[in-house]
């Protein structure tokens, strides 16, 4: 799993879920996965994890692994709420890990999950965590009776069989996503996230007006509708999970984790998201939270400001106020302002998708970037520290789509100094409506 290989992920991979009870090793199991690229963060008690979509890679080839492990384990109607995790995991994913403990044994849970599982017609590979060792491995073979044919035995904790049971996971998972084909001047995938009752579903229904058109999930399975191409500015959009939105009302009622699980599956497989806010209330701390996993999973980003009709003077001083406070990290994103309700000004969102698509796809050139740098370090040099100056000695972008950066160094850098890279790079190139990443690898 190398990070440096300039690998063009955009979320168009085949999509690998990984299910079970918890405390069975899933998240372990993942970043034995991801290997030591990102790490998943642990569960705090009764809170949920942000972060549950993940690109990871295997012998060249690129999926996303979706851990659908977030929520409270002792949560009252547990067995209820793993059937629904099981089911939304089918629905998302074109191939399913179902973990369990293979030094527990098969537990009522467990066969819950296998009926849905079997019933997706998804493919299902039925892992026996925990097998640390030999002798643990006769009790992996118990699980032969869940009915899912052969369980592989692998210890997440220690590694041990993960590299024939990823091998397995290529094996069942899609050789090319479905739209794959897309990559070259198809469909753009757009995914529209928010709160619920920012006006998502209002926005969509003005975009699409009658002519929206259904297509199936990433397999072309069975499962639910997930995906509509709309044409816009003459040409075709893919929106993302719009079943999902349609949804979302009454998930949130439920279980808000889902409504997350959803939203964040589907910045994932987004080439570019519209972050819809509704410009009559104050920003909230979920939308940060949505802004912050666009940011991680690497997206191109167009902020939509939505109930126009409902912003007066007095609220567009305080917008101003929490446009500068809160969205301070996405300063680079194109905002518009919109009435999703009367379709006023939503002309102006493909002209935004398509600055912020560009913006994302922006490659420089090695010459090009190591001139810059030249000029960079000339104005502005790297603080002393301890008596010695890091100093910049060559820069590569590894990778469009978000543009990443590699820097090789003499010495750590200070972080208000990569801050201070990036903007300048900005300045310099454009990049409006993407996060951008700096890797800086000091020299041993
Ligand atoms: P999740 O709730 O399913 O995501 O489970 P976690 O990944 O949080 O793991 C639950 C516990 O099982 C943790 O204490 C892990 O360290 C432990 N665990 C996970 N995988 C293994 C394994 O392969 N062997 C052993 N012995 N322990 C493991
Ligand atoms: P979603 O949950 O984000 O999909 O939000 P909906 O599209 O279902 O909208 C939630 C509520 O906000 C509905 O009552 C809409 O009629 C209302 N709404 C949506 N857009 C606007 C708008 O631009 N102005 C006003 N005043 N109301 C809106």
Redesign the pocket.
């Known amino acids: 799993m190398s990070e440096d290989a300039v690998m063009p992920m955009t979320g168009s991979t085949p999509v690998l879920a990984v299910v ?12 034995r996965i991801l290997g030591r690229r990102e790490a ?1 963060v ?2 705090i008690p009764g809170v949920t994890r942000d972060r549950v979509s993940y690109d990871a890679e295997w012998n060249g080839r690129a999926f996303t692994v979706v ?1 659908t ?2 929520w409270d ?1 002792d949560a009252r109607g547990m067995a209820e709420r793993i059937k629904g995790q099981a089911e939304i995991a089918v629905s998302l994913a074109d191939a399913v890990l179902f ?1 369990v ?1 293979a ?1 527990v044994g098969i537990t009522d849970a467990d066969e819950a999950v296998v009926r849905v599982l079997r019933k997706s017609g998804k493919p299902v590979l039925l892992t026996a ?4 060792d030999e002798r643990t491995e006769a009790e992996a073979y118990a699980l032969w009776n869940l009915g899912l044919g052969e369980p592989l035995p ?5 590694g ?1 069989g993960s590299g024939d049971l990823l091998d397995a996971v290529l094996k069942v998972l899609p050789e090319a996503p479905a739209d794959a084909d897309e990559e070259v001047g198809g469909p753009r995938r757009i995914a529209i996230v928010g709160r619920p009752n920012v006006g998502k579903s209002s926005l969509l229904n003005k975009l699409a007006g009658e002519e929206r058109s259904v297509v199936d999930n990433v397999a072309g399975t069975t499962v639910d509708p997930v995906d509509e191409i709309v044409e816009l500015g003459g040409r075709s959009w893919r929106f993302i999970d719009t079943a999902g939105i349609r949804k979302r009302v009454k998930e949130a009622s439920g279980h808000e984790y889902y409504a997350w699980l959803r939203t964040s599956t589907a910045i994932e497989r987004a080439e570019v998201c519209v972050l819809v806010l509704d410009g009559s209330q104050s920003i909230a701390e979920q939308d940060i939270r949505i802004l912050q996993e666009i940011r991680e999973a690497g997206r191109a980003l167009v902020i939509a400001f939505n109930k126009w009709d409902l912003v007066d003077g007095e609220r567009r001083f305080y917008l101003d106020r929490e446009i500068e406070r809160d969205l301070v990290q996405v300063q680079w994103a194109p905002r518009i302002n919109i009435t999703a309700k009367t379709g006023w000004h939503i002309d102006r969102l493909v002209p935004a998708l398509e600055r912020a698509i560009e913006g994302w796809e922006t490659r420089v050139s090695t010459g090009a970037l190591n001139a810059f740098l030249g000029r960079l370090v000339a104005e502005h040099p790297h603080p002393v520290r301890g008596g010695k100056q890091p100093r910049i000695l060559f820069g590569t972008q590894v990778q469009v789509a978000h543009p990443t950066f590699k820097l090789f160094t003499s010495g750590k850098l200070d972080a208000g100094y990569e801050r201070y890279i990036e903007r300048r790079l900005r300045e310099e190139f454009g990049f409006v409506g993407t996060p951008i990443e700096i890797k800086v690898q000091p020299r041993e």
Request: charged share 25%.
């Open positions: 079970g009870r918890p405390n069975v090793g899933k998240s372990t199991l993942v970043n998943v642990q569960d851990d492990g977030g384990p973990v403990d030094t965590n925990k097998v640390d692998v210890s997440a904790l220690h041990r």
